[in-house]
């Protein structure tokens, strides 16, 4: 069974702090997939990023970045310097490529980033 | 030009009744998928489709029907609706199951 735990449901900062939004999973898989979606107040689920398990590289994209590491079975994600525009529901979500596996999202944490 | 598409974007019946949501993709993906957002926000997936194979979440009730009536639409159908079933549903897709998805815009369902 999988299991993906985002233990913070809600954070709030001051923009142009720096924040975390932990993610921890659980998989019995070798091969498996990690991703971060973002879910804004307008609603719609928006895709940020994509880690497969043989991929532990951090990544940053602009004010982004992701830290995997396969030791914690851990996922998370920083925002640097935030802005009032990254309020909104972060949800990471973990699949593997079995057959009849389907994908499993975390409880979602809530960001305010406040002006 | 909109990715994933869902008609209509609210829906609000009473109970008991008979229900579509549709949903179509013009990424020219093979995987099709609904998902039902609570209030509290938590994402259940409850189907996952393409042209071999239908994967169905246990945990949803047989009165949730998908219909796919080629590659790029999954409708859902609902049966007898109930009060629990409110909820925002989402439509996504992706080319394979351990792509990134891309989702609709969401139907919000108010059962009265």
């Known amino acids: 069974a999988q299991k993906v735990t985002q233990a913070q449901t809600e954070i709030s900062v001051v923009e142009k702090e720096d924040v975390t939004l932990d993610c921890v999973y659980e998989?019995?898989?070798?091969?498996?997939?990690l991703f971060w979606y973002k879910q804004p107040p307008s609603g719609e689920l928006v895709f940020l990023i994509r880690?497969?398990?043989?991929?532990?590289q951090n990544e940053i994209s602009g004010r982004y970045s992701w830290n995997f590491q396969k030791s914690t079975s851990s996922f998370n994600f920083t925002i640097t310097a935030s802005q009032v525009v990254d309020s909104a529901v972060y949800f990471c979500a973990l699949t593997n490529n079995n057959a009849g596996n389907m994908l499993t999202f975390g409880g979602g944490t809530r960001l305010m980033v406040k002006p | 030009d909109t990715a994933v598409s869902q008609t209509p974007k609210y829906l609000v019946t009473q109970m008991g009744n008979d229900k579509s949501i549709k949903c179509e993709q013009n990424?020219?993906?093979?995987?099709m998928y609904w998902y039902k957002q609570d209030s509290k926000k938590f994402l259940k997936i409850m189907f996952s489709?393409?042209?071999?194979?239908?994967?169905i979440n246990e945990t949803v009730p047989n009165r949730f029907s998908p219909k796919s009536p080629d590659k790029a639409h999954l409708n859902l159908h609902i049966n007898s609706l109930e009060l629990g079933d409110s909820a925002v549903y989402f439509c996504?897709?992706?080319?394979?199951?351990?792509?990134?998805?891309?989702f609709g815009p969401g139907t919000r369902l108010t059962v009265l």
């Open positions: 996504a897709s992706s080319q394979v199951r351990r792509d990134e998805q891309f």
């Open positions: 489709y393409n042209n071999k194979e239908l994967i």
């Open positions: 990424l020219g993906h093979d995987t």
């Open positions: 880690r497969n398990s043989f991929d532990e």
């Open positions: 998989t019995r898989d070798t091969t498996y997939y």
